[in-house]
């Protein structure tokens, strides 16, 4: 049942990006409206085509995130609503230019897919790179302008529990059942974060004197297939 409202709730929220086609005085839609409004699509703008000029723009959803990460979790949810903080910050116009853009991002499967996607950085093109180092989710940079900014979730906004299971679960050690409550536990955390303004879950911090130092670094663990065979809880 859970599932079906966190379904319903990202349905709501990827499916209504326009709050003024909201009728007035609807409670359901109201509530709605609410969650839309703290998960709008986030705005990019690309080149147009192979050799184009930059002036093409799309809407990027949370919806959308999923289908090229693989599944919809919370870190992918932090990734999104993260992003969307320190993007703001970077480019008060409202439109991301991803062709303008770098990011430094930790390690997590969730984070780095967000990373990319989000900001169009890459690893081969000297725009992306993975570092546990940083003080923060991720970093993010402007080309233009230098001004770079690092975001990081505020404490006591995730559950310990979640953190607690999770290492368990990489090492192999959470049961088939204990797996599913792990789920539920992310399930929860991820509606509350959608279910409230990101600026309260997450802060954006300039930083003044940030160094690009890429590395190629290919042997963190990609957590969220470790699991991929364990039998279903009956
Ligand atoms: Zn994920």
Redesign the pocket.
């Known amino acids: 049942m859970k599932k079906l409202i966190f379904i319903t709730l990202v349905f709501f929220a990827c499916s209504q990006n326009d709050p003024k086609i909201t009728p007035p005085g609807n409670a359901e839609n109201s509530e709605a409206k609410n969650i839309t409004e703290h998960i709008n699509a986030i705005k990019v703008v690309d080149t147009d085509f192979s050799k184009g000029r930059l002036g093409l723009e799309h809407e990027i959803t949370l919806e959308d995130l999923e289908k090229f990460?693989?599944?919809?979790?919370d870190?992918?949810v932090v990734g999104y609503q993260a992003l969307g903080e320190a993007l703001k910050v970077l480019y008060p116009g409202g439109i991301i230019d991803r062709t303008n853009t770098r990011i430094v991002s930790k390690a997590s499967?969730?984070l780095t897919?967000a990373a990319v996607y989000m900001c169009g950085g890459r690893y081969q093109f000297n725009t992306f790179y993975v570092s546990n180092n940083i003080g923060g989710l991720f970093v993010v940079q402007r080309l233009d302008n230098g001004k770079a900014v690092s975001v990081n979730m505020n404490k006591g906004v995730k559950p310990a529990e979640i953190n607690r299971l999770g290492k368990l679960a990489v090492k192999g050690e959470l049961g088939s059942c204990e797996l599913d409550e792990l789920k539920k536990l992310e399930i929860g955390f991820s509606e509350n974060l959608l279910k409230t303004k990101p600026s309260e879950n997450f802060t954006v911090r300039e930083i003044k004197d940030f160094k690009w130092e890429p590395v190629l670094k290919n042997d963190f663990k990609k957590t969220?297939i470790l699991n991929k065979n364990k039998p279903r809880c009956n």
Request: include cysteine; glycine fraction near 18%.
């Open positions: 990460h693989g599944h919809l979790c870190g992918l499967p969730c897919d969220d």
